[in-house]
């Protein structure tokens, strides 16, 4: 199943992006790029893609897919749209500390089944994860010690980051400011 944006969800996704593009802090660090491309690795599956998603001002729409598909529910095989938002922060984040490593990843979409299994195992999975809307990843970036990326997410004041050193990853999610 692949959820498509409605105009309020396009709209919030593109104010958010303005933000986080027009801080003068991440352009400083990033330039201004005529592309934007990714490269991630899915622990789960051990499916990789390195792709530009967005090009002269435009979404490549079949990289868009190839990037939902890598980070559909690794538990259930379901893909969903990821929000393009996340995948700029994620370009943004890379970026800004420096180094051109895939992610990996350790959670993208989460399917509501999924996300109830979990939450069931674990109070630190919210009940209604930004996962399920495919607006939160789970991500380590080989060559950058965890504290770092994450103080360099939480510079970019794009949407929630979360830091769980003993589980060796950070998330991000496009959801409101917010750190824990």
């Known amino acids: 199943m692949t959820k498509h944006l409605n105009r309020r969800g396009f709209i919030k996704n ?52 190839d990037l939902n598909h890598l980070l559909r529910d690794h538990r259930s095989g379901e893909v969903w749209e990821m929000d393009p938002a996340l995948l700029d922060q994620l370009y943004v984040l890379q970026r800004s500390v420096g180094v051109e490593r895939p992610y990996h990843v350790i959670s993208g979409y989460r399917s509501p089944a999924t996300n ?46 979360g830091y769980y050193p003993k589980s060796n990853f950070i998330h991000l999610d496009t959801g409101r400011v917010r750190f824990w």
Request: glycine content about 10%.
């Open 116 to 161: 109830a299994m979990l939450s069931s195992h674990s109070n630190g999975v919210a009940k209604r994860s930004l996962h399920m809307q495919g607006r939160a990843i789970d991500v380590r970036l080989p060559g950058v010690k965890l504290s770092r990326l994450r103080e360099a997410a939480l510079a970019m004041q794009a949407g929630g980051v």
């Open 14 to 65: 593109i104010a958010g992006l303005g933000a986080l593009l027009s801080s003068p802090a991440a352009l400083a660090r990033i330039g201004t790029p005529t592309r934007r491309e990714l490269a991630l690795h899915n622990l789960h599956t051990g499916e990789s893609t390195e792709v530009v998603y967005w090009r002269d001002g435009d979404y490549a729409s079949s990289a868009l897919s």
